[in-house]
């Protein structure tokens, strides 16, 4: 767990969520081209509305009392939890009351019609209307899309099931025209175009769930979709600034990770546009230069870091190419008192820049911080040469130490910052990875990136050895509590392990892949297999994707019976 001291804003509590309900209704209707296409109800909230004002929305509202008190008055499924009965009823209720849509039958079967709905009052208690007209709420037939729970920023937040439901024939939307206007039935595409061209605002849950929705064909693959009874997602967004602008983020999208660490409670001060001008401060001990070095290979560029403060003085990780300017700016903001230089492995994005970065420090009259790391192996491609100052140990500690600057932290007690080496092979026979102890902080070097999987190159990558190092860092994050990675390419990635997860089911994946394409062409060539395994791919990486290949080929073939 990082150390809170470390944060670079003041903790703040969040607002508590307040418990809502939302509803998609859904139908199929022929669209402009004759086909039948999936269509949703989006209503206008109202411009005073104390939350969204004027944005398109679905219906829905608080959770009350009455909602769970009423559950003798709804039909529900086997599999319905009480929760997801309450949801359910509150949604239905929230539907009459901003649209006039009753979601209630009869006993004999038959969907509530134009004189129910006519007799009941949208302002008075409603469950017991419906009980007395004999009619029984159809929570049965309404189900959980997904979970939203307002963004922390927020001073008035929910905690909200994205509920989804046919819409019953002959009934049409009247809205209540106070808090709901403009009932309107969209295509979930249609209604994301309009966004975009400004004429139809919608707020960040709002859109994410049409993207997902605009996958779907009809209102009934939804549904069925829906059935586990588990929401199809679950999601917290969190934001950062992006060219100075807001810009949200659910947790399966790039920068979610780096927001959770850099501002976990929420505030909006983080800044997401990639530039190699000035570091980027990710913690009071953490800071990360991008070289301008950005490409198919290396992403937005390569990430040198920097692991230290004034008082401890500072360990470079990573110093990238040899660029001058990186290099000034990355010396700079160590304010020059770099320590150590350790390179994660010795590709010429990453390795190249430690020798000037030394003779940097030794020209402005400081002692030369050695450069660690592990010696490039024969196997390695010429531009990867590396030979450290000193060979690093599987396990050895790294620390930087110093007293508390006056006024800050305890003066009594030192300022430690400790990395433990990890001998990771796989992209590289020399491969390392830092774990920074005090905070649970995982440098991954190209072991693990942020939008991307590394490489695998052999002879010098090899992936018997990369997926072994993979089930390493695991343990050591299980171990550690490790929740954050910090790779040489991306931004920071969040749930360590969870990613760790992904990357090792996505390799095997694959494997699969080759595996069948080594069985459907027996007799093909390396080209032939990479077209096979790689289908998914762009062709215009499938020249890098064949170095890969070759590594799941070799590791295909050492895990085969021998026949001698």
Not at 28 to 49: C, E, I, N
Not at 237 to 262: I, S, T
Not at 380 to 389: E, I, K
Not at 505 to 529: C, N, S, Y
Request: glycine share 6%; net charge negative; proline share 9%.
């Amino acid at each position: 767990m990082t150390r809170p001291s470390q944060q670079l804003h003041p903790q703040r509590a969040p607002a508590t969520p307040l418990s809502a309900a939302t509803v998609l209704l859904l139908r199929d209707a022929p669209g402009p081209d004759g086909a039948s296409h999936l269509q949703v109800l989006m209503t206008r909230r109202s411009d005073k509305a104390s939350f969204a004002p004027g944005a398109y929305v679905f219906p829905g509202g608080g959770i009350d009392a009455l909602d769970a008190a009423s559950h003798t008055a709804a039909t529900r499924r086997p599999t319905q939890s009480d929760t997801h009965l309450t949801q359910a009823i509150a949604a239905i209720r929230e539907s009459f009351e901003e649209l006039g849509i009753l979601l209630a039958r009869h006993p004999d079967g038959r969907m509530a019609d134009a004189s129910d709905i006519a007799a009941i009052d949208r302002h008075a208690p409603f469950a017991a209307q419906c009980q007395a007209r004999g009619l029984q709420l159809a929570a049965d037939s309404v189900y959980v899309l997904a979970h939203w729970t307002a963004d922390r920023d927020l001073p008035r937040r929910f905690d909200v099931p994205f509920l989804v439901a046919h819409m019953p024939q002959g009934q049409t939307p009247v809205a209540d025209e106070k808090e709901q206007f403009e009932p309107v039935w969209v295509c979930p595409q249609e209604a994301l175009e309009r966004h975009a061209a400004g004429g139809f605002f919608m707020i960040f849950p709002t859109i994410r769930t049409l993207e997902r929705l605009a996958k779907f064909a009809s209102a009934e693959a939804v549904l069925t979709a829906c059935a586990g009874e588990a929401p199809l997602w679950t999601s917290c967004p969190r934001a950062g600034l992006l060219a100075g602008k807001e810009a949200r983020y659910m947790e399966d999208e790039a920068p979610f990770g780096e927001l959770a660490l850099v501002c976990p409670d929420g505030q909006i001060v983080h800044p997401l546009d990639w530039q190699s001008e000035r570091a980027v401060p990710l913690r009071k001990n953490v800071q990360r230069l991008t070289a301008p070095n950005p490409g198919v290979m290396t992403g937005p560029g390569t990430n040198s870091y920097l692991v230290g403060e004034p008082a401890t003085g500072y360990i470079a990780i990573d110093p990238g190419p040899a660029d001058t300017q990186h290099l000034d700016t990355l010396w700079r903001a160590a304010g020059g008192d770099i320590r150590m230089i350790v390179c994660t492995h010795s590709h010429p994005d990453h390795s190249p820049g430690a020798a000037p970065l030394q003779a940097l420090c030794v020209q402005a009259g400081r002692a030369a911080p050695p450069i660690l790391g592990l010696p490039s192996a024969p196997t390695a491609r010429a531009a990867s040469a590396f030979a450290p100052d000193r060979v690093l140990q599987n396990n050895e500690l790294l620390t930087l130490t110093g007293q508390a600057l006056e006024g800050q932290n305890d003066p009594n007690n030192p300022i430690t910052h400790t990395l433990q080496v990890i001998c990771t092979p796989g992209h590289a026979a020399n491969h390392l990875c830092l774990l920074l102890l005090e905070d649970a902080l995982l440098f991954s070097g190209d072991h693990i990136l942020n939008g991307s999987t590394t490489v695998i190159d052999p002879p010098d990558g090899h992936m018997a050895d990369y997926l072994d190092s993979l089930a390493l860092l695991d343990g050591l994050c299980a171990q550690h509590g490790v929740e954050f990675i910090l790779p040489a390419h991306g931004y920071v990635l969040g749930q360590a392990r969870s990613a760790i997860a992904q990357l090792q089911a996505h390799r095997l994946a694959r494997e699969a892949k080759v595996i069948a394409a080594m069985q459907a062409l027996p007799e093909g060539t390396v080209q032939d297999w990479v077209a096979h395994a790689y289908a998914d791919v762009h062709p215009r990486l499938w020249p890098v994707a064949q170095r890969s290949l070759i590594a799941h080929v070799e590791r295909i073939r050492a895990m085969e019976p021998r026949n001698d």
